[in-house]
């Protein structure tokens, strides 16, 4: 026999593949998703400054907030999804960093030796590979970017650390893992969820929101029955 209903209804147009109605996306977010798509020219070469040094530099070229030119960017780089893809991506708030730092040289700490290159280029400019033979002292970027991150917020006793503190995990299309058929009833959806989900379906079964009781003043005639409710008489189809 199937457990008791324990998947909201709301799932099944999701798992059979209905198509949600498209919603608004904020433009400067659809810019930040194509902006993560691109892999930048790696650069070779960097001026090897002191961070004093890169500060007066920065300074004397008048680099300042007003040219923080992107609010926020999506950290989602091929470069490290092409090896892994365990987290969603990263929205990493930019401007505001810029504001609370107030120090670009933190994240920007050296410069490419091209006189025409931005003073504060990409992270993904200098680090690409987890390892490349040719450039052994690089680190990759995934590791830039978590210890760059991870070590300010430690420093400073603010933001996460840990994976889930900036990362969503990555959740499979469920419409690619789950076969159903057109207009499944929620027996059949419960079914298909438990087949991998069985640890949290019993873990569902003790929870006080499954085993809830007592008065419910908008059902008619259980206004004051205390012993009305999910763990008794009322069915379990949220």
Not at 64 to 85: A, G
Not at 141 to 151: P, R, S
Not at 222 to 236: E, Q, S, Y
Request: glycine share 4%.
């Amino acid at each position: 026999m199937i457990k008791k209903i324990m998947f909201c209804t709301c799932l099944i147009p999701l798992l059979a593949g209905v198509c949600a109605a498209e919603v608004w996306q904020a433009p400067d977010q659809e810019q930040a998703r194509e902006r993560a798509k691109e892999t930048v020219p790696f650069v070779k070469e960097y001026e090897d400054d002191c961070q004093i040094s890169r500060r007066i530099c920065l300074m004397d070229a008048g680099i300042s907030l007003d040219d923080v030119s992107h609010v926020y960017f999506l950290l989602d780089s091929p470069i490290i999804k092409e090896r892994e893809d365990h987290y969603e991506p990263v929205r990493f708030a930019h401007k505001r960093h810029a504001a609370l730092v107030n120090d670009c040289t933190q994240c920007h700490h050296f410069r490419p030796k091209d006189e025409n290159a931005l003073e504060t280029t990409r992270c993904s400019a200098c680090h690409q590979d987890s390892f490349n033979p040719d450039y052994p002292e690089r680190i990759g970027l995934k590791a830039a970017y978590h210890q760059q991150c991870i070590a300010c917020h430690q420093q400073k006793a603010k933001g996460p650390v840990d994976c889930k503190g900036c990362h969503l995990q990555h959740v499979p299309d469920h419409k690619e893992l789950v076969k159903l058929p057109d207009n499944p009833d929620p027996i059949q959806v419960t079914k298909a969820c438990l087949e991998c989900h069985d640890t949290q379906g019993e873990d569902m079964l003790k929870t006080a929101h499954w085993l809830w009781r007592g008065p419910s003043p908008y059902t008619t005639g259980h206004r004051k029955d205390i012993l009305h409710g999910k763990g008794t008489t009322a069915l379990n189809n949220f």
